[in-house]
C-alpha cells in the first residue's frame, strides 16, 4: 500500500501555544487529504478534507480558526491547533487516497498525540 | 446522509477460533464500496479488506473473509484462525462510489481481545 507519515507522533505543550502536526505522502502524491480525530475507544471523527491550492472543507462543528489546514504541496498538509487548550488534547489522524485505491480506500498516517497542559 | 452501525463494543475469541464482526449501513445509494480497518495499540490504521458493492462475489484475504448482504445492508467480517496479532479494534467504513463525494464514514468500532 501506498505510506503516509505524520510528524510528530506525540506532542506535549502549554495551554495557549499553538501546535503543528505534518502529513506527509511519501511514495504517491495527494490532491486531498483527511484529518481525524480520535478519542480513547472511540470512533473516528472527519475534522476536515484538505484540498492541494485551495481551502480546506471543514466539517460542521469544527472550528476553521482554531485547527488552521493547509495543503501546500501534492505531499504535504499541516495542522495547526491554535491556542491549543487541555480540551484539544486528542489523537489526531490524517490520511490521503493514493491513486493506487482500488476502491478508494484510504492510506493512514501513524497519528499524532497531543497533550495540552 | 450515510451511517455505519457496529453494535458490537467489544469481542472475545480464543486463539486459533474464528469470530465473526458485524457490521450494518444505511444508504440510498446503489454504487459504493465498503472496508473493514484494523486499529492496533500502536494506534495506526490498517485496512484489512474491501468490497466493492456492485461484486456479488464476497472478498477474502487469506484469514479474513466478509459475509456481504447488499439487500440486508450487512458487511460483517469473519476471522478464521484467529492469533494473537488480530486483537484490535476493527472499524467498519462506508464511501460512495460518488466522485464528488470522497468521505469515508466509519463505524464506532469493535474491540476484538484474542484470548490464549
Known amino acids: 500500500g501506498a505510506v503516509v507519515s505524520q510528524h510528530p507522533s506525540r506532542v506535549i505543550c502549554k495551554s495557549g501555544t499553538s501546535v503543528k502536526i505534518e502529513c506527509r505522502s511519501l511514495d504517491f502524491q495527494a490532491t486531498t487529504m483527511f484529518w481525524y480525530r480520535q478519542f480513547p475507544k472511540q470512533s473516528l471523527m472527519l475534522m476536515a478534507t484538505s484540498n492541494e491550492g485551495s481551502k480546506a472543507t471543514y466539517e460542521q462543528g469544527v472550528e476553521k480558526d482554531k485547527f488552521l489546514i493547509n495543503h501546500a504541496s501534492l505531499t504535504l498538509s499541516t495542522l495547526t491547533v491554535t491556542s491549543a487548550h487541555p480540551e484539544d488534547s486528542s489523537f489526531y489522524i490524517c490520511?490521503?487516497?493514493?491513486?493506487?485505491?482500488?476502491?478508494?480506500?484510504?492510506?493512514f498516517g501513524e497519528g499524532s498525540r497531543l497533550t495540552v497542559l | 446522509a450515510q451511517t455505519v452501525t457496529q453494535s458490537q463494543p467489544e469481542m472475545s475469541v480464543q486463539e486459533a477460533e474464528t469470530v465473526t464482526l458485524s457490521c450494518t449501513y444505511d444508504?440510498?445509494?446503489?454504487?459504493?464500496?465498503l472496508f473493514w480497518y484494523k486499529q492496533p495499540p500502536s494506534r495506526q490504521m490498517i485496512l484489512v479488506i474491501r468490497q466493492e458493492a456492485y461484486k456479488q462475489q464476497n472478498a477474502t484475504e487469506n484469514r479474513f473473509s466478509v459475509n456481504f448482504q447488499k439487500a440486508a445492508k450487512s458487511f460483517s467480517l469473519k476471522i478464521s484462525d484467529s492469533q494473537l496479532g488480530d486483537a484490535a479494534m476493527y472499524f467498519c467504513a462506508y464511501r460512495s462510489a460518488r466522485v464528488v463525494v470522497n468521505k469515508l464514514v466509519f463505524g464506532a468500532g469493535t474491540i476484538l481481545r484474542v484470548k490464549s
Open positions: 444508504t440510498s445509494e446503489s454504487d459504493y464500496y
Open positions: 490520511s490521503a487516497r493514493s491513486g493506487r485505491s482500488v476502491a478508494g480506500e484510504l492510506f
